[in-house]
């Protein structure tokens, strides 16, 4: 049955499930990792965790994601959005498979502090589709902006020839861009300054902690 169909109690259920399987599974992408026609580049030791430690920078701000996401979805009342919120969700599922066999391949690992991480996370997207449609809208928006510019930030600091790496980081950062543009076209607000600014300051805290934890 299609998401927009399912009644609360069976959208709390798959939500439930979903944790699971985000916190503790092995998360399955639908769509073929971007990587896979990439051939592995020579790296030095310190490139690669490098690499690792912005991976898992990623797969904890996937985490996040698949929690908002769900905390926005469970507080909306349009099944319009609901849908694309799902949407949505299921392709940060793959960015959660990407990142994950990516750190795997670099020898690295997830971060220590995801349930933490994931459990505000869906507060704060409950919280946030509590407060009508436009603004969840507007969050979703705002939210996939600054991931946008997070990610072109990691493409910058990057080794140039971690290709592989490379590859992931750019297939996430044109589907994050996607994201905010179908937002935008189901009518987001624009957020208040204030809002905006406290949310890069919340995600500066994420991404210095996961990086090292």
Do not use: K
């Not at 996937?62 to 609901?82: D, F, N, T, W």
């Not at 349930?115 to 869906?122: D, E, F, Q, R, V």
């Not at 600054?146 to 290709?163: F, I, N, P, T, Y």
């Not at 790496?165 to 607000?189: I, K, P």
């Amino acid at each position: 049955m299609p998401p927009e169909y399912l009644s609360p109690l069976d959208r709390l259920i798959t939500g439930f499930d979903r944790a699971l399987r985000t916190l503790a599974g092995e998360p399955q992408s639908s769509r073929v990792n971007p990587a896979d026609a990439v051939p592995e580049s020579e790296l030095s030791d310190a490139e690669r965790r490098h690499a690792a430690a912005l991976m898992r920078v990623n797969h904890c701000g996937e985490v996040c994601a698949q929690a908002l996401y769900q905390g926005q979805a469970l507080a909306s009342s349009r099944p319009e959005v609901r849908s694309a919120l799902e949407r949505a969700g299921r392709e940060e599922e793959d960015h959660l498979a990407w990142s994950a066999a990516r750190i795997a391949e670099l020898g690295g690992r997830t971060s220590l502090l995801n349930p933490l991480w994931y459990a505000g996370s869906l507060a704060l997207g409950y919280a946030a589709g509590r407060m009508g449609e436009a603004w969840n809208l507007g969050f979703l928006a705002e939210t996939e902006r600054q991931v946008e510019a997070h990610l072109e930030g990691h493409l910058s600091r990057l080794s140039a020839q971690d290709a592989r790496t490379r590859a992931v980081v750019d297939a996430m950062r044109r589907d994050e861009a996607g994201h905010a543009q179908t937002a935008r076209a189901l009518g987001a607000r624009e957020l208040p300054a204030p809002v905006r600014r406290a949310m890069q300051c919340t995600a500066r805290v994420m991404t210095g902690t996961s990086y090292w934890v």
